[in-house]
Structure formats: structure tokens, C-alpha cells
């Protein structure tokens, strides 16, 4: 077992040793708001089972990472940003990764452009 120092913050989270606000949670993953948004609607989908980054998954993730994608559109639609949000998933330090749990940002409420959000 893991010391309580090696768990990411999103395994705290999804043990309930940090507080988020939760928006979705199933078997597999759960949805939290971000604490630092970039975006009128920013969530994040992370799913329970640990994978470090996106290059880290195979074929035998197939079938999570498929959950992942519908529940960002359930999570979409839920939220009201069906129409236009942007997935993000960032695959190591120099793309913007900062924790090393792979998780999906749901991004919306706004204009974008090719290079982020347009106020």
C-alpha cells in the first residue's frame, strides 16, 4: 500500500480525503469543478484507476478511456455546453501536465480561438 504522501491529489480526492465538488462520479471516473478554472466552465474527468499520462494507457485501458469520452458528453450536456467546449488532455510537463494522473478538462462558456478562450 501507498504511503499517504505518494497518493496524487485527485487519489485523495477520490478516496474523500479532499473535499471537491463533485458533478458526476460512477464506478469508473468522477467529475469535479477545477479550483483554478480557465474557463467560465471548467471540469475535470478522472477516472479512479491511476494512469499516469495518456501515453501511459493500452489496449487494455480500451474500454475507460471509451467511458471517458461519453462522459464527457453526458457531462456536456449536463452542463449545458453541448453545443461548443473544448477537451483537453495534457501528456506530460512540457504540455502543461501537473499532476500525473491522466484526467480530461471540460472547458467552456466562451468564444475560442485556435490558442485558448476569446473574452
Do not use: Y
Request: charged letters at 20%.
Amino acid at each position: 500500500m501507498a504511503e499517504e504522501n505518494d497518493l496524487s491529489i485527485f487519489e485523495r480526492i477520490i478516496a474523500g480525503d479532499i473535499p471537491s465538488e463533485k458533478i458526476h462520479e460512477d464506478e469508473l471516473a468522477i467529475v469535479i469543478q477545477d479550483i483554478n478554472p480557465q474557463a467560465p466552465t471548467h471540469v475535470l474527468l478522472i477516472p479512479k484507476l491511476k494512469i499516469p499520462r495518456l501515453v501511459d494507457a493500452d489496449v487494455s485501458h480500451q474500454a475507460l478511456l471509451g467511458h471517458l469520452l461519453l462522459l464527457a458528453g453526458k457531462v456536456a450536456r449536463q452542463l449545458g455546453c453541448a453545443d461548443a467546449f473544448r477537451l483537453v488532455i495534457n501528456n506530460g510537463a512540457d504540455a502543461g501536465q501537473t499532476v500525473f494522473h491522466l484526467h480530461l478538462h471540460i472547458l467552456a462558456g466562451g468564444r475560442f480561438s485556435e490558442g485558448g478562450l476569446v473574452n
